[in-house]
């Protein structure tokens, strides 16, 4: 599976798919043309999946023509450890092949963990990597989970017109997000017919003739077309052989490393969701550039603390830095500059009125200590917020800048003149 997860069963499919979905249902237009409009009035699985096998196939292609052209030779079939430097690899066929190396990292990544008490088909009892073989839409889904993977697919699945209801255990979902974005997502998702049941644990899944049923603890039963089962994700190690390399994962698979991503063995490294959080694409991309680095005795400095978060939900929502509770706990005092879409000429014309941008910024030095988006391109529109901050930038740069209009990134600058004037409040009264 060259690309792993993100080319094949995570990342990039999903993405696609959620295009896909944006596309065809023509959510995003019907601030314009009408709560009726849509580009397509049955939407089938394969106008869905038509696009993601065209992305995937492409992905996979341009990955290998990379790893060619950077002559690393790839081998077919599933590695184990036989000692610390040599790995057994076992092809289709059941032939086995001796490669020994002085460094050696591990990137095995993970796969959807999968209970005793859910009775999986992977037709009607499904986890994240069964969406991709689905013979229909569904027209009710119980999505169990409300971590990232559930609530993106529950949003598109909402999106194309399925009745979902989300059960989490937890009282909140997305907690590591900033509250006021997430009472947005969830008032939208409310909107599309998603009932949440929070604080609710799932007893059992069952599989009936017509369906299935999700049975809670508090005696509810809900039942479904499909239920998708999301409710983490195990570390793929347990194939690996690893105490022939002396080493051991966790109860959840994962293996854990210091700084340079060592290993408690030095010479080997792991890096990507095998070690855990935050199991992300982009992340894991770096770690493995950085393991690559220090295995080749490169110089490297460590991993960069600013990181973006991207949820590609309907809408979605991107932040870096801190939240407004993080802070709060930590008794740093901040100021809030906002921007709303609908205030901005650029989301007039998109017809995205209820997208926004929140700075959290200082009042001591005036620096920004985080960036909260949701609505049109907030994953792309953070890195703005990230480049300002990496470069410890201050808010009174983005009030000075001129930025291209009618865009979404000037509400940078409005939000900016927003947290200007709040503080300059707080000033008058003060001096
Ligand atoms: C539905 C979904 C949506 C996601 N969306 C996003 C997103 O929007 N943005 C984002 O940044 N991240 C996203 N992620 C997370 C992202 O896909 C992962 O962080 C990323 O794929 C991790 O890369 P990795 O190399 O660690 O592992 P993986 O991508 O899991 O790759 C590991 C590879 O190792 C192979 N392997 C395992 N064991 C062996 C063995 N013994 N021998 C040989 N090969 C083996 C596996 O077959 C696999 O090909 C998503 C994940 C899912 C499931």
């Avoid at 839409?137 to 697919?153: F, K, L, Q, W």
């Avoid at 039942?223 to 390399?245: D, F, H, I, K, W």
């Avoid at 080749?296 to 929502?317: A, H, K």
Wanted: proline share 3%.
């Amino acid at each position: 599976m060259i690309g792993g997860v993100c080319i094949n069963t995570g990342t990039i499919p999903s993405k696609t798919l959620r295009e896909a979905v944006l596309y065809l249902t023509g959510l995003t237009q019907r601030d314009m043309y009408g709560q009726s409009y849509r580009l397509k009035e049955d939407i089938t699985v394969t106008d869905l999946t038509v696009r993601t096998r065209h992305v995937v196939g492409r992905e996979v292609d341009v990955i290998r023509n990379q790893l060619a052209r950077n002559r690393v030779t790839v081998l077919t079939g599933s590695g184990h450890f036989v000692d610390p430097h040599t790995v057994a690899v076992v092809d289709e066929r059941g032939n086995e092949m001796k490669v020994t190396a002085d460094k050696i990292i591990v990137a095995t990544g993970t796969r959807p963990a999968r209970p005793a008490s859910v009775q999986f088909d992977d037709q009607t009892i499904i986890d994240s990597d069964g969406i991709l073989q689905m013979d229909r839409v569904p027209d009710s889904m119980v999505v169990v989970g409300a971590g990232v993977i559930g609530i993106e697919y529950a949003s598109m699945f909402a999106a194309l017109g399925t009745k979902v209801t989300v059960v989490e255990r937890r009282e909140r979902m997305l907690d590591f997000c900033d509250l006021e974005v997430v009472e947005a997502l969830k008032y939208h998702l409310r909107d599309l017919a998603v009932t949440f049941r929070f604080g609710e644990t799932v007893a059992a899944v069952e599989k009936h003739p017509r369906g299935a049923l999700t049975i809670l603890e508090s005696g509810k039963k809900i039942p479904a077309s499909t239920v998708m089962y999301s409710a983490g994700r195990q570390g793929m190690t347990e194939n690996l052989v690893l105490s022939a390399a002396g080493l051991a994962a966790d109860d959840r698979g994962r293996i854990t490393v210091d700084e340079f991503y060592r290993t408690s063995v030095p010479h080997i490294y792991a890096v990507g969701d095998v070690i855990g959080f935050p199991s992300l694409a982009a992340t894991s991309m770096e770690q493995g550039r950085l393991a690559a680095y220090h295995a080749c005795d490169e110089p490297v400095s460590g991993m960069n603390q600013l990181q973006p978060i991207g949820i590609y939900t309907i809408p979605e929502i991107s932040f870096i830095g801190k939240t407004e509770d993080e802070l709060t706990d930590s008794l740093i005092p901040f100021e809030v500059g906002v921007s709303r879409y609908r205030e901005l000429a650029r989301g007039q014309i998109i017809g995205d009125t209820y997208g926004m941008l929140k700075l959290l910024v200082s009042p001591e030095d005036r620096s920004l200590l985080g960036v909260h988006v949701f609505g049109t391109g907030a994953t792309e529109l953070i890195h703005i917020g990230q480049a300002v901050m990496g470069c410890g930038g201050t808010i009174d740069y983005l009030v000075d800048a001129v930025f291209n209009y009618p865009t979404l990134a000037e509400s940078y600058k409005v939000a900016a003149l927003d947290a200007v004037n709040k503080l300059r409040r707080v000033a008058r009264i003060t001096d």
